[in-house]
């Protein structure tokens, strides 16, 4: 399959997760602030304010492949914050949710991983980023 094909199927599979997430954690401010809340972090009504804007605005941009490096590095860092945040030595001592956390440690930190694949291997020409280098003629 041609390299920009797969980083277009790439992008759509990563903004998959964070635009609805974005959406659903700005269209549920208390719920999303009484989860971080849970965590014990601090201002977690700035925190899901912060948290579901950076998922929709990023998600997004890196749906439509603008500013892809920038973005992915960011998200990058995102996913291995939110990752340890929320499920590094969570459990409470019960085997089957303890295995459940470090099984979405582990998916974040794999995520991650992908953000910067990206990061390196650019939007591909099927994007604004694409478009503004002029590699819209390399579709291999």
């Not at 965590?39 to 749906?63: D, F, K, N, Q, R």
């Not at 030595?89 to 995520?111: C, E, N, R, W, Y």
């Amino acid at each position: 399959m041609p390299r920009n094909v797969l980083l277009l199927i790439s992008r759509l599979l990563l903004a998959a997760l964070f635009v609805p997430s974005g959406f659903h954690a700005l269209a549920d401010i208390a719920g999303t602030s009484g989860y971080f809340a849970g965590l014990g972090l601090p201002l977690p009504t700035l925190a899901a304010w912060g948290t579901g804007l950076l998922e929709l605005i990023a998600g997004l941009a890196i749906l439509v492949g603008f500013k892809t490096p920038i973005v992915a590095l960011l998200l990058a860092a995102f996913c291995v914050a939110a990752g340890f945040i929320g499920h590094y030595g969570q459990g409470g001592g019960d085997p089957t949710l303890t295995f459940m956390h470090s099984q979405m440690l582990m998916k974040d930190i794999a995520i991650a991983g992908g953000f910067l694949a990206l990061a390196v291997a650019g939007a591909g020409a099927y994007s604004l980023d694409g478009r503004a280098f002029g590699v819209g003629a390399d579709v291999t």
